[in-house]
Protein backbone atom coordinates (compact mmCIF):
# COMPACT_ATOMS: atom_id res chain seq x y z
CA UNK A 1 0.00 0.00 0.00
CA UNK A 2 1.28 3.70 -1.18
CA UNK A 3 2.48 5.79 1.74
CA UNK A 4 0.68 8.70 2.79
CA UNK A 5 2.00 11.89 4.53
CA UNK A 6 -0.64 14.17 5.96
CA UNK A 7 -0.16 17.63 8.32
CA UNK A 8 -0.21 16.66 12.04
CA UNK A 9 -2.70 19.66 13.00
CA UNK A 10 -4.79 21.77 10.90
CA UNK A 11 -7.60 24.44 12.66
CA UNK A 12 -11.03 25.83 11.21
CA UNK A 13 -13.05 27.88 12.49
CA UNK A 14 -16.81 26.80 12.92
CA UNK A 15 -18.92 27.27 9.62
CA UNK A 16 -15.66 27.37 7.18
CA UNK A 17 -14.94 25.29 4.97
CA UNK A 18 -12.02 22.47 6.18
CA UNK A 19 -9.58 21.39 3.63
CA UNK A 20 -7.62 18.52 4.53
CA UNK A 21 -4.65 17.55 2.50
CA UNK A 22 -2.74 14.35 1.64
CA UNK A 23 -0.04 13.50 -0.39
CA UNK A 24 -0.01 10.05 -1.74
CA UNK A 25 3.03 10.18 -4.41
CA UNK A 26 3.59 6.43 -5.11
CA UNK A 27 0.21 5.68 -5.47
CA UNK A 28 -0.48 2.80 -7.98
CA UNK A 29 -3.00 2.15 -11.00
CA UNK A 30 -5.69 0.29 -8.49
CA UNK A 31 -5.10 1.87 -5.34
CA UNK A 32 -7.60 3.56 -4.13
CA UNK A 33 -7.84 6.98 -1.85
CA UNK A 34 -10.09 6.33 1.46
CA UNK A 35 -10.65 8.71 4.14
CA UNK A 36 -11.40 7.67 7.66
CA UNK A 37 -11.84 9.70 11.00
CA UNK A 38 -11.50 9.14 14.77
CA UNK A 39 -13.67 11.05 17.15
CA UNK A 40 -11.92 10.93 20.49
CA UNK A 41 -10.65 7.40 21.02
CA UNK A 42 -14.25 6.09 19.25
CA UNK A 43 -13.80 3.54 16.38
CA UNK A 44 -12.82 4.87 13.22
CA UNK A 45 -15.80 6.05 10.85
CA UNK A 46 -15.22 5.65 6.79
CA UNK A 47 -16.14 9.48 5.39
CA UNK A 48 -15.75 8.96 1.75
CA UNK A 49 -13.55 7.20 -1.23
CA UNK A 50 -11.97 7.59 -4.89
CA UNK A 51 -9.91 6.43 -7.58
CA UNK A 52 -9.57 8.70 -9.96
CA UNK A 53 -12.75 11.13 -10.26
CA UNK A 54 -13.45 13.99 -7.68
CA UNK A 55 -16.42 12.57 -5.34
CA UNK A 56 -18.97 13.59 -2.82
CA UNK A 57 -21.43 12.49 -0.62
CA UNK A 58 -23.33 13.50 2.48
CA UNK A 59 -20.23 14.28 4.97
CA UNK A 60 -17.41 15.88 2.30
CA UNK A 61 -16.02 15.92 -0.86
CA UNK A 62 -12.62 14.11 -1.84
CA UNK A 63 -10.70 15.91 -4.97
CA UNK A 64 -8.17 13.83 -6.28
CA UNK A 65 -5.27 15.52 -8.93
CA UNK A 66 -5.17 14.36 -11.99
CA UNK A 67 -1.92 12.67 -11.30
CA UNK A 68 -3.55 10.89 -8.51
CA UNK A 69 -0.50 11.97 -6.54
CA UNK A 70 -2.34 14.06 -4.04
CA UNK A 71 -5.74 14.78 -2.78
CA UNK A 72 -7.99 17.12 -0.41
CA UNK A 73 -10.90 16.19 1.84
CA UNK A 74 -13.38 18.97 2.13
CA UNK A 75 -15.89 19.50 4.95
CA UNK A 76 -17.90 22.28 3.34
CA UNK A 77 -19.32 23.53 6.36
CA UNK A 78 -17.15 22.27 9.47
CA UNK A 79 -18.93 22.08 13.01
CA UNK A 80 -17.56 21.39 16.71
CA UNK A 81 -18.36 17.93 16.02
CA UNK A 82 -16.14 17.57 13.29
CA UNK A 83 -13.32 17.74 15.64
CA UNK A 84 -11.29 14.63 15.35
CA UNK A 85 -8.46 12.96 13.51
CA UNK A 86 -8.62 12.16 9.77
CA UNK A 87 -7.03 9.36 8.48
CA UNK A 88 -6.17 9.59 4.68
CA UNK A 89 -5.57 6.02 3.39
CA UNK A 90 -4.72 4.88 0.11
CA UNK A 91 -4.63 0.74 -0.86
CA UNK A 92 -6.04 -2.00 -2.93
CA UNK A 93 -9.81 -2.53 -2.21
CA UNK A 94 -10.16 -6.02 0.09
CA UNK A 95 -11.08 -8.31 -3.30
CA UNK A 96 -7.38 -7.51 -3.72
CA UNK A 97 -6.01 -7.80 -0.68
CA UNK A 98 -6.86 -10.88 1.22
CA UNK A 99 -5.41 -9.45 4.52
CA UNK A 100 -7.96 -6.08 4.29
CA UNK A 101 -6.42 -4.38 6.57
CA UNK A 102 -6.53 -0.11 6.86
CA UNK A 103 -3.17 1.12 7.87
CA UNK A 104 -4.05 4.25 9.66
CA UNK A 105 -0.80 6.65 9.95
CA UNK A 106 -0.75 9.83 12.10
CA UNK A 107 -3.70 11.29 10.50
CA UNK A 108 -4.42 15.11 10.99
CA UNK A 109 -5.92 16.32 14.01
CA UNK A 110 -8.73 18.69 13.30
CA UNK A 111 -9.93 21.17 15.93
CA UNK A 112 -13.07 23.41 14.89
CA UNK A 113 -13.04 26.41 16.81
CA UNK A 114 -16.07 28.62 17.87
CA UNK B 1 -29.66 -0.41 13.43
CA UNK B 2 -26.77 -1.84 11.22
CA UNK B 3 -23.69 -1.94 14.26
CA UNK B 4 -20.72 -4.01 15.79
CA UNK B 5 -21.04 -4.10 19.13
CA UNK B 6 -17.93 -4.92 21.38
CA UNK B 7 -17.77 -6.57 25.12
CA UNK B 8 -16.87 -5.16 27.39
CA UNK B 9 -16.42 -1.68 26.93
CA UNK B 10 -13.77 -1.23 29.63
CA UNK B 11 -12.14 -4.32 31.67
CA UNK B 12 -9.13 -4.53 33.89
CA UNK B 13 -7.57 -7.69 34.74
CA UNK B 14 -4.13 -9.23 35.72
CA UNK B 15 -1.47 -10.91 34.10
CA UNK B 16 -1.88 -14.53 33.47
CA UNK B 17 -6.33 -14.24 33.69
CA UNK B 18 -7.61 -15.63 30.62
CA UNK B 19 -9.85 -12.91 28.92
CA UNK B 20 -12.61 -12.77 25.99
CA UNK B 21 -13.57 -9.75 24.00
CA UNK B 22 -16.59 -10.29 22.48
CA UNK B 23 -17.68 -8.87 19.06
CA UNK B 24 -20.82 -9.22 17.25
CA UNK B 25 -21.99 -7.46 13.86
CA UNK B 26 -25.75 -7.61 12.30
CA UNK B 27 -24.67 -7.14 8.76
CA UNK B 28 -24.55 -10.15 7.31
CA UNK B 29 -20.86 -9.14 6.57
CA UNK B 30 -18.09 -12.02 5.81
CA UNK B 31 -15.05 -10.00 6.50
CA UNK B 32 -14.27 -9.17 10.35
CA UNK B 33 -11.36 -8.00 12.11
CA UNK B 34 -9.30 -7.35 15.43
CA UNK B 35 -6.94 -4.19 15.77
CA UNK B 36 -4.93 -2.73 18.57
CA UNK B 37 -4.41 1.14 18.92
CA UNK B 38 -1.36 1.99 20.97
CA UNK B 39 -0.35 6.11 20.93
CA UNK B 40 2.22 6.48 18.72
CA UNK B 41 1.88 3.63 16.81
CA UNK B 42 -2.01 3.71 15.21
CA UNK B 43 -4.08 1.04 14.58
CA UNK B 44 -2.58 -2.18 13.58
CA UNK B 45 -4.41 -5.24 12.74
CA UNK B 46 -4.06 -8.47 15.04
CA UNK B 47 -6.12 -10.88 13.24
CA UNK B 48 -8.51 -10.99 10.57
CA UNK B 49 -11.56 -13.37 9.17
CA UNK B 50 -12.95 -13.54 5.45
CA UNK B 51 -16.16 -15.89 6.45
CA UNK B 52 -16.97 -18.68 8.80
CA UNK B 53 -13.95 -20.96 9.93
CA UNK B 54 -11.31 -18.67 7.42
CA UNK B 55 -9.33 -16.44 10.28
CA UNK B 56 -5.81 -15.42 9.27
CA UNK B 57 -3.16 -13.76 11.17
CA UNK B 58 -2.59 -9.51 10.88
CA UNK B 59 0.46 -7.68 11.77
CA UNK B 60 0.47 -8.34 15.53
CA UNK B 61 -0.77 -11.68 16.16
CA UNK B 62 1.43 -12.94 19.37
CA UNK B 63 -0.61 -13.26 22.36
CA UNK B 64 -3.98 -13.81 20.72
CA UNK B 65 -6.27 -15.84 19.52
CA UNK B 66 -9.49 -15.80 17.40
CA UNK B 67 -12.46 -18.07 16.46
CA UNK B 68 -14.99 -17.68 13.67
CA UNK B 69 -17.98 -20.46 13.58
CA UNK B 70 -20.66 -17.96 13.21
CA UNK B 71 -20.56 -15.12 10.59
CA UNK B 72 -22.05 -12.78 13.03
CA UNK B 73 -19.00 -13.45 16.09
CA UNK B 74 -15.58 -12.95 16.29
CA UNK B 75 -14.08 -13.34 19.53
CA UNK B 76 -11.02 -12.23 20.75
CA UNK B 77 -9.40 -14.36 23.10
CA UNK B 78 -6.60 -13.53 25.47
CA UNK B 79 -4.94 -17.04 26.88
CA UNK B 80 -2.37 -15.43 29.41
CA UNK B 81 -2.79 -11.38 29.01
CA UNK B 82 0.57 -9.34 29.84
CA UNK B 83 0.87 -5.85 30.47
CA UNK B 84 2.23 -5.13 27.38
CA UNK B 85 -1.61 -6.12 26.22
CA UNK B 86 -2.67 -2.95 27.94
CA UNK B 87 -4.36 -1.61 24.88
CA UNK B 88 -7.60 0.01 23.25
CA UNK B 89 -8.38 -2.61 21.01
CA UNK B 90 -11.51 -2.19 18.10
CA UNK B 91 -13.43 -4.82 15.77
CA UNK B 92 -14.32 -4.05 12.15
CA UNK B 93 -16.48 -5.81 10.05
CA UNK B 94 -17.19 -5.46 6.00
CA UNK B 95 -18.90 -7.69 3.02
CA UNK B 96 -16.68 -8.44 1.01
CA UNK B 97 -18.33 -7.54 -2.91
CA UNK B 98 -18.19 -9.63 -6.00
CA UNK B 99 -19.07 -7.15 -8.66
CA UNK B 100 -19.25 -3.55 -9.11
CA UNK B 101 -16.89 -0.85 -6.88
CA UNK B 102 -15.02 -2.24 -4.48
CA UNK B 103 -15.14 -0.16 -1.93
CA UNK B 104 -16.46 -2.56 1.20
CA UNK B 105 -16.22 0.97 3.96
CA UNK B 106 -15.07 -1.38 7.13
CA UNK B 107 -17.38 -0.84 9.89
CA UNK B 108 -15.86 -0.36 13.65
CA UNK B 109 -17.15 -1.29 17.24
CA UNK B 110 -17.10 1.13 20.25
CA UNK B 111 -13.86 -0.18 21.17
CA UNK B 112 -12.64 -2.12 23.96
CA UNK B 113 -10.17 -0.45 26.40
CA UNK B 114 -8.43 -3.43 28.44
CA UNK B 115 -5.70 -2.60 31.37
CA UNK B 116 -3.29 -5.78 32.49
CA UNK B 117 -1.71 -5.09 35.78
Known amino acids: DAKTTQPPSMDCAEGRAANLPCNHSTISGNEYVYWYRQIHSQGPQYIIH???NNETNEMASLIITEDRKSSTLILPHATLRDTAVYYC???????????????FGQGTELSVKP | EAQVTQNPRYLITVTGKKLTVTCSQN?????MSWYRQDPGLGLRQIYY???????DKGDVPEGYKVSRKEKRNFPLILESPSPNQTSLYFC????????????????FGPGTRLTVL
Open chain 2, 92 to 107: ASTFIPGTGDPYNEQF
Open chain 2, 27 to 31: MNHEY
Open chain 2, 49 to 55: SMNVEVT
Open chain 1, 89 to 103: IVRVPLIYNQGGKLI
Open chain 1, 50 to 52: GLK
